[in-house]
């Protein structure tokens, strides 16, 4: 799956200022183990308004696949964009989060006068920029960013059960829950596990000290 996902209206095929045009920015996946970081930015239509946004995490699987579907049907411009394994490790968590948050914004094929985005940093962008504490609950443009963030995430986790199964990605998603840890201290990391949390290195030492490859 691509790193970036990214739409706007056909005849607006490349990137140009739109006066007073605002973005919500938000991302998925900063807690697990493994798998990439996600970020999203959406740019709503006033005249097109979404019914039932909100903060991904309150939303059921189904309502959030539905607003998925909606938003992406229905915004003037969304992006979805990743920081992969290889960058967080290297970058660590944050840094690479911002990462992801930065090429969504540059990733709209409009673009925004303003972006607004969920949480207490802002990712180094080129527009003027806010950041705003439970934004998700609060900006409809930043629950709709929260939304393709957390749908895409999680389909990428379903990709990377159906690889690695013995780890169960399609029920915990990658966070450390005790089933996670379990198949960690009995498999050890996979090429999809983020090395520098300390779980996955504390699973990789174990298994080095029982003399395993």
């Known amino acids: 799956m691509s790193s970036h996902d990214c739409w706007g209206p056909e005849q607006m095929a490349l990137c140009f200022d739109v006066p007073g045009l605002v973005a919500g920015v938000d991302e998925a996946g900063r807690g697990p183990l493994a798998g990439p970081v ?10 097109n308004p979404i019914e039932g946004l909100a903060d991904s995490k309150v939303l059921t699987a189904r309502r959030r696949e539905q607003l998925f579907d909606e938003v992406r049907a229905n915004a003037l411009s969304f992006c979805i964009a990743e920081a992969s394994v290889e960058e967080i490790d290297r970058l660590n968590i944050l840094h690479a989060t911002m990462l992801a948050m930065k090429r969504a914004v540059e ?24 950041a705003i504490v439970r934004g998700d609950a609060l900006v409809a443009s930043i ?32 966070y450390p829950t ?6 960690l201290r009995e498999h050890g990391a996979s090429a999809a596990h983020r090395r520098s949390f300390r779980p996955v290195r504390e699973a990789l030492a174990a298994r080095l000290a029982g003399g395993e490859a």
């Not at 996600?38 to 005249?47: C, G, Y």
């Not at 629950?143 to 399609?170: N, Q, T, W």
């Not at 005790?178 to 198949?183: E, F, I």
């Open 107 to 130: 990733g709209l094929r409009l673009k925004p006068a303003k972006a607004l985005v969920d949480g207490n940093r802002l990712p180094p962008l080129r527009i003027p920029a806010e």
């Open 143 to 174: 629950s709709a960013a929260s939304i393709l963030a957390k749908v895409h995430r999680d389909r990428l986790c379903l990709e990377m059960h159906a690889e690695l199964p013995h780890y169960g990605f399609d029920v915990h998603k990658g």
């Open 38 to 47: 996600v970020a999203a930015a959406v740019i709503l239509d006033d005249a």
């Open 178 to 183: 005790p089933a996670h840890l379990a198949a």
